[in-house]
């Protein structure tokens, strides 16, 4: 079964900035959207951004709108979070997800199919 992995976390200072890429581990027939979702210690995890499987669409939380892009990589349903100007707030593992066409515009866990394993994001002050 195909599944999402995701690289480029990593531990930065407050203010830095870090990127994530996922890409799929096995072959995903249908085209995606791409999200990413976040769990801080202690916490429920959370959504933080998604685009649309064609790439014309974002949508983002507002804790991390106007930091952090979204954007389609190269390959099929492959995906790039760009964060910067990171806060201590923003520490956390994030998860990638793939949601079906269909559920566009959704931010809840139900309408993303397939996850990645999660990266560690540790931002200090």
């Known amino acids: 079964q195909a599944q999402l992995v995701e690289s480029g976390g990593g531990m930065v200072e407050a203010g830095g900035s870090l990127t994530l890429s996922c890409a799929p581990s096995g072959r995903l027939v249908s085209s995606f959207n791409m999200g990413w979702f976040r769990r801080a210690p202690g916490k429920e995890r959370e959504f933080v951004a998604v685009i649309h499987w064609d790439g014309d669409d974002t949508i983002y939380s507002d804790s991390v709108k106007g930091r952090f892009t979204i954007s389609r990589g190269n390959g099929k349903n492959t995906v790039i979070l760009q964060m910067n100007s990171l806060k201590p707030e923003d520490t956390a593992v994030y998860y990638c997800?793939?949601?079906?066409?269909?559920?566009?515009?959704?931010?809840?866990?139900?309408?993303?199919?397939?996850w990645g394993q999660g990266t560690q994001v540790t931002v200090s002050s």
């Open positions: 997800a793939a949601g079906i066409a269909p559920k566009w515009g959704s931010t809840s866990e139900p309408d993303y199919y397939y």
